[in-house]
């Protein structure tokens, strides 16, 4: 496949949803239009079973260096997914075993596929960190360790915060960059792509692409999914959509964001075009309703995640269940395993323990048959249905 040197779509893939670009944005122009194509990463650590809209991100501009026909390999972690990336973390991440690892990425390609082209010429590669990491005996490791100092190691905000509060720092996390920095020279490649939390980890990368390859490594770090309060997107917050959400959770979990968040949405998560963000924008500092370009946005990355029949779906679910406040005509049923409203509420998932089942109760979002529930201990029946919020429905059961 040739390389398209098309300056329209060049400027498109250095400017939107791009934070920075190292050593600067000139040095990677001048490589997209030179001709030459160029071979580019980005790594996901499988520390979950679900990839999520975060990641997304990053592939959609994956995708872009994909179309203009240079190199792409989505590098799965699975070597340092064991440890953990630190960026962020205000104690130290659980590490996870080698078959917890396997297990979390087994269906990372499947849910990607919606965004990346693994077929054809300019298919993307999917490669395994362990099969360079795993095989490094203690003195390759010394050797690595060689080409970093302590100092620039503790240059990390999180390391400094908790030294400011006295927590723990395990040499373990300190291994983190310098592991990620190798991926970088042991796939000899010309750029990674990124979040914009994982600039230090990058940055590593390319100070020893630079020290032992002599190679100027560009890095790409993408602008992040936040919220009101300046928090990414992810599990820990109870905001994450997740690449393999169903067409109707995703497009809810869309709905349920910040006004504040419809223009960043429509820049990082869909393929709307720039000029028609920029009237959105305009619109909405004009009197529009929100709802309204939500509702589109929702729509929008539902399609570009999972596809446009699954955007329509979504889209009519959210009409006839939200708008109009119809139940859902395919309800999943439960077969609880005891019969009150705290077990019923963990059993199909709609909280994570029962103490947050109490507060949903205490809140008033849980009804039985479309009636308020106030008492924790609330009984549930055979034929009985059970809602959470606006959008979670199960019909009881009896057991088998």
């Given at each position: 496949?040739?390389?398209?040197?098309?300056?329209?779509?060049?400027?498109?893939l250095?400017?939107?949803?791009?934070?920075?670009?190292?050593?600067?944005?000139?040095?990677?122009?001048?490589?997209?239009?030179?001709?030459?194509?160029?071979?580019?990463?980005?790594?996901?650590?499988?520390?979950?079973?679900?990839?999520?809209?975060?990641?997304?991100?990053?592939?959609?501009?994956?995708?872009?260096?994909?179309?203009?026909?240079?190199?792409?390999?989505?590098?799965?972690?699975?070597?340092?997914?064991?440890?953990?990336?630190?960026?962020?973390?205000?104690?130290?991440?659980?590490?996870?075993?080698?078959?917890?690892?396997?297990?979390?990425?087994?269906?990372?390609?499947?849910?990607?596929?919606?965004?990346?082209?693994?077929?054809?010429?300019?298919?993307?590669?999917?490669?395994?960190?362990?099969?360079?990491?795993?095989?490094?005996?203690?003195?390759?490791?010394?050797?690595?360790?060689?080409?970093?100092?302590?100092?620039?190691?503790?240059?990390?905000?999180?390391?400094?915060?908790?030294?400011?509060?006295?927590?723990?720092?395990?040499l373990?996390?300190?291994?983190?960059?310098?592991?990620?920095?190798?991926?970088?020279?042991?796939?000899?490649?010309?750029?990674?792509?990124?979040?914009?939390?994982?600039?230090?980890?990058m940055?590593?990368?390319?100070?020893?692409?630079?020290?032992?390859?002599?190679?100027?490594?560009?890095?790409?770090?993408?602008?992040?999914?936040?919220?009101?309060?300046?928090?990414?997107?992810?599990?820990?917050?109870?905001?994450?959509?997740?690449?393999?959400?169903?067409?109707?959770?995703?497009?809810?979990?869309?709905?349920?964001?910040?006004?504040?968040?419809?223009?960043?949405?429509?820049?990082l998560?869909?393929?709307?075009?720039?000029?028609?963000?920029?009237?959105?924008?305009?619109?909405?500092?004009?009197?529009?309703?929100?709802?309204?370009?939500?509702?589109?946005?929702?729509?929008?990355?539902?399609?570009?995640?999972?596809?446009?029949?699954?955007?329509?779906?979504?889209?009519?679910?959210?009409?006839?269940v939200?708008?109009?406040?119809?139940?859902p005509?395919?309800?999943?049923?439960?077969?609880?395993s005891?019969?009150?409203?705290?077990?019923?509420?963990?059993?199909?998932?709609?909280?994570?323990?029962?103490?947050?089942?109490?507060?949903?109760?205490?809140?008033?979002?849980?009804?039985?048959?479309?009636?308020?529930?106030?008492?924790?201990?609330?009984?549930v029946?055979?034929?009985?249905?059970?809602?959470?919020?606006?959008?979670?429905?199960?019909?009881?059961?009896?057991?088998?």
């Amino acid at each position: 496949m040739s390389v398209n040197a098309n300056p329209q779509k060049i400027n498109e893939l250095l400017t939107r949803g791009v934070e920075n670009i190292y050593p600067k944005k000139d040095f990677l122009e001048a490589k997209l239009k030179s001709g030459k194509p160029l071979t580019l990463y980005t790594g996901y650590d499988p520390t979950a079973p679900t990839l999520h809209i975060g990641h997304g991100i990053t592939m959609m501009k994956l995708r872009q260096f994909q179309d203009l026909g240079h190199k792409v390999i989505m590098l799965i972690g699975d070597f340092t997914g064991m440890i953990g990336d630190p960026t962020d973390k205000t104690s130290a991440r659980q590490k996870l075993t080698r078959k917890e690892v396997v297990k979390n990425y087994k269906n990372y390609k499947k849910q990607a596929e919606h965004i990346l082209n693994f077929k054809g010429k300019n298919a993307v590669e999917v490669k395994y960190n362990s099969k360079w990491l795993g095989k490094m005996n203690f003195a390759d490791i010394l050797e690595l360790t060689s080409h970093f100092t302590a100092p620039q190691l503790f240059e990390r905000d999180m390391f400094q915060e908790r030294l400011k509060e006295n927590k723990t720092i395990y040499l373990h996390e300190f291994m983190y960059p310098v592991m990620q920095a190798y991926d970088s020279v042991a796939m000899d490649v010309d750029g990674e792509v990124g979040g914009n939390d994982q600039t230090f980890n990058m940055l590593a990368g390319r100070d020893l692409m630079k020290e032992l390859k002599n190679k100027e490594k560009f890095v790409l770090t993408t602008k992040l999914l936040v919220d009101a309060t300046g928090k990414k997107m992810g599990k820990s917050e109870g905001n994450m959509v997740a690449l393999n959400d169903s067409p109707e959770e995703m497009y809810g979990k869309v709905m349920s964001w910040t006004d504040g968040m419809i223009i960043r949405g429509f820049e990082l998560c869909t393929h709307t075009p720039t000029e028609e963000i920029k009237k959105f924008e305009k619109d909405l500092a004009g009197g529009a309703n929100p709802r309204d370009l939500k509702m589109k946005l929702a729509f929008e990355i539902t399609k570009a995640f999972l596809g446009e029949d699954s955007a329509k779906k979504g889209e009519q679910h959210f009409a006839k269940v939200i708008q109009n406040k119809d139940k859902p005509e395919d309800m999943p049923e439960l077969a609880p395993s005891k019969n009150d409203i705290i077990t019923v509420l963990v059993e199909a998932g709609f909280v994570k323990s029962n103490s947050d089942a109490r507060r949903d109760i205490a809140g008033g979002g849980v009804r039985i048959n479309d009636e308020k529930v106030s008492d924790a201990n609330a009984p549930v029946k055979s034929g009985d249905i059970v809602q959470k919020g606006k959008r979670f429905f199960v019909k009881i059961s009896a057991k088998g």
